[in-house]
């Protein structure tokens, strides 16, 4: 292996560790994105109406 080869592996290596970098950073950035959007949906969800006490208790087996 000349040194022409040496230089071309070695850029090589450092432009796939940059690319890899990027791409990692993209990623996250977008799951970052995708939780805040799901938390701002989460508390968008209207509350619960209280019910009676007695619903919720049986479940009907026969239907």
């Not at 938390?39 to 109406?49: F, M, R, Y």
Request: proline fraction near 6%.
């Amino acid at each position: 292996m000349d040194v022409t080869g040496i230089a071309q592996l070695s850029t090589t290596m450092a432009d796939t560790g940059t690319k890899q970098a990027v791409g990692i950073a993209v990623l996250k950035k977008a799951q970052d994105l995708q939780a805040s959007s799901a938390s701002a949906l989460i508390e968008a969800i209207p509350p619960v109406p209280n019910l009676p006490a007695h619903l919720g208790n049986n479940i009907n087996t026969k239907a």
